[in-house]
């Protein structure tokens, strides 16, 4: 079936540090691909998507790209700030006669100054 | 601000009380849907709609019931609480081309 599976967290890193969380999937027909970040006490924001392969999503210096051939569609970020300190989740949409989300577990991220 | 709004943010409910939860989007969204979050669970689907009249059960739908009489409006009525719905609840809407947009959330604690 349909399924994300991304890096179990918490991820702690020193502001300025170089950011990767992992997230691959599987699914059939051809998903759509997204980044949710959550901040403390406060809802899913859409961070980024990509709908076909190789398209590359970006938002607020973060970046994933869309690899088909591995199934994956890792989150990164090149310097992260405590501001980033959040929940992130991955996911999947796809359309099998009616649209159906896949969400990861989300890996928390701890960013310290 | 064009979105989805939830209310009420907080609610405290004892055993066997019923309320409504509810959820409403001014986007002209087709698909809503009702998620619960637990530590450790992750976000788990309880009720979707495609669109109006329309609904169908998630992976949790057990004590909740859903109607969709409009597109805007897509309550969640807890019939008896229980202590194992305290949880945090999100709405969410999308069309077909974007991913969701979410409600800022209700916590609901019952007692």
């Known amino acids: 079936g349909d399924s994300v599976t991304q890096m179990e967290g918490p991820v702690t890193l020193s502001e300025e540090a170089f950011l990767t969380i992992n997230c691959t999937y599987t699914?059939?027909?051809?998903?759509?691909l997204f980044w949710y970040v959550q901040y403390p006490g406060e809802g899913l924001q859409l961070l980024l998507k990509?709908?076909?392969?190789?398209d590359k999503g970006s938002n607020k210096g973060f970046e994933a790209t869309y690899r088909k051939e591995t199934t994956s569609f890792h989150l990164e970020k090149g310097s992260v700030q405590v501001s980033d300190s959040a929940v992130y989740f991955c996911?999947?949409?796809?359309?099998?006669?009616?649209?159906?989300?896949?969400f990861g577990t989300g890996t928390r991220l701890k960013v310290l100054a | 601000n064009a979105g989805v709004t939830q209310t009420p943010k907080f609610q405290v409910l004892k055993t066997g009380q019923s309320m409504t939860l509810q959820c409403a989007q001014d986007?002209?969204?087709?698909?809503m849907s009702w998620y619960r979050q637990d530590p450790g669970m992750g976000l788990r689907l309880i009720h979707y709609?495609?669109?109006?009249?329309?609904?169908d059960q998630g992976e949790v739908p057990n004590g909740y019931n859903v109607s969709r009489s409009t597109t805007e409006d897509f309550p969640l009525r807890l019939l008896s609480a229980a202590p194992s719905q305290t949880s945090v609840y999100f709405c969410?809407?999308?069309?077909?081309?974007?991913?969701?947009?979410f409600g800022s959330g209700t916590r609901l604690t019952v007692v």
């Open positions: 709609s495609v669109g109006a009249g329309i609904t």
């Open positions: 969410a809407s999308s069309n077909d081309r974007d991913g969701y947009t």
């Open positions: 986007m002209n969204h087709e698909y």
């Open positions: 996911a999947l949409k796809v359309y099998t006669g009616t649209y159906k989300y896949i």
């Open positions: 699914a059939t027909g051809y998903p759509s």
């Open positions: 990509a709908t076909k392969a190789d």
